[in-house]
């Protein structure tokens, strides 16, 4: 799977949104970008992923370059409860089978800290 | 949303003794569940991938007769520490895949537990 980068931390205002960016310069044709986040001391949430199109659902929009070799993340009205660990990780398609099948590779991540 | 427990949440052993982490997919079925180990200010890492009624597949490193893993059902698959030391002591996580929706990339079809804190004295 691609390996992707991410800025160690970021500070947003509560209200505000925030963009959470993402390096993924060497994604194949058939990996998909995914975004999960973990609150200290508890498991990670799924919240989005995408191909190459962008997405929204009820947490977040997901905004991919047209490379695809990076991505964006946005909160858009960031709250204190979203202050976590955000993690961009790309993986071949659910599908493709093999030994990495459904494999997810955890980077550093991204620490969100939302502030009053 | 699919929901995946671990029990217990957290645990305390005497160094030497074994335990058992379970994880149960508790609204669907789940015929692959991943473990994963955390410690202190670093990220997840993968430990090893449990396939139901087949051997697990370990990652590099880890030691496959330390970490005893049993998928028995489609909805339980258990994590065995063995001989447990104070360097056990981690953030233990797994996650399940719901096979109904394998293959239909539209849908995030895999889903964490809360974890399990293990600390060996």
């Known amino acids: 799977d691609a390996k992707t980068t991410q800025p160690p931390s970021m500070d947003c205002a509560e209200g505000r949104a925030a963009n959470l960016p993402c390096n993924h310069s060497?994604?194949?044709?058939?990996?998909?970008v995914y975004w999960y986040r973990q609150i200290h001391s508890q498991g990670p949430q799924y919240i989005i992923h995408?191909?190459?199109n962008n997405e929204t659902n009820e947490m977040a929009s997901l905004i991919i370059t047209e490379d695809r070799k990076s991505s964006t993340l946005i909160l858009p009205h960031a709250t204190l409860r979203d202050t976590a660990v955000y993690y961009c990780?790309?993986?071949?398609?659910?599908?493709?089978?093999?030994?990495?099948?459904?494999?997810?590779?955890f980077g550093q991540g991204t620490i969100l800290t939302v502030h009053p | 949303g699919a929901v995946v427990s671990q029990h217990p949440s957290r645990v305390i052993c005497k160094s030497g003794t074994s335990v058992k982490i379970e994880c149960r997919s508790l609204?669907?079925?789940?015929?692959?569940m991943f473990w994963y180990r955390q410690f202190p200010k670093q990220s997840l890492m993968l430990m090893a991938t449990?396939?139901?009624?087949?051997?697990?597949?370990?990652e590099q490193g880890v030691e496959k007769d330390k970490f005893l893993i049993n998928h028995a059902s489609l909805t339980l698959s258990t994590l065995t520490v063995t001989s447990a030391h104070p360097e056990d002591s981690s953030f233990y996580i797994c996650?399940?895949?719901?096979?109904?929706?394998?293959?239909?990339?539209?849908?995030?079809?895999?889903?964490f537990g809360p974890g399990t804190r293990l600390t060996v004295l």
């Open positions: 996650s399940a895949r719901d096979w109904s929706l394998a293959g239909v990339n539209s849908y995030n079809e895999q889903f």
């Open positions: 060497t994604i194949s044709g058939n990996e998909y």
């Open positions: 995408g191909l190459k």
């Open positions: 990780i790309v993986r071949v398609s659910d599908g493709a089978g093999g030994t990495s099948y459904g494999k997810l590779t």
């Open positions: 609204d669907f079925q789940a015929t692959t």
């Open positions: 449990s396939n139901e009624g087949s051997k697990a597949t370990y």
